[in-house]
């Protein structure tokens, strides 16, 4: 079992930036992928980002690249979204989430979930 824990939502202007981290308890030696999503105002929970166990393999949804950023440290058993550039349509809950081995997209491939942060970004 796996626990994670989301931390560092708020509520920022356009254009500014959040870091969001994600602590992790339980199994951890395990070689887990981690993912970010999120899940704006009616519609539906979609993929941000993902980071391989070594940190080695990053992926991002297009909507996204080039203004977030993936990261992690095994050592504090902490992974990390940093949001620059934030605009209204980024306004979500934000889920860290996490499953074995390989990279996949869909949700329903990862096995262990946090409670969710809420970013609100004002225009």
């Known amino acids: 079992q796996v626990q994670l824990v989301e931390s560092g939502g708020g509520l920022v202007q356009a254009g500014e930036s959040l870091r969001l981290s994600c602590a992790a308890s339980g199994r951890t030696s395990s070689r887990y992928f981690m993912g970010w999503f999120r899940h704006p105002p009616g519609a539906e929970r979609e993929f941000v980002a993902g980071i391989s166990f070594n940190a080695g393999r990053t992926y991002y949804a297009d909507s996204v690249k080039g203004r977030f950023t993936i990261s992690r440290d095994n050592a504090k058993n902490t992974v990390y979204l940093q949001m620059d550039g934030l605009k209204p349509e980024d306004t979500a809950v934000y889920y860290c989430?996490?499953?074995?081995?390989?990279?996949?997209?869909?949700?329903?491939?990862?096995?262990?979930w946090g409670q969710g942060t809420q970013v609100t970004v004002s225009s």
């Open positions: 989430a996490a499953r074995l081995y390989n990279y996949r997209q869909d949700s329903a491939e990862y096995d262990y």
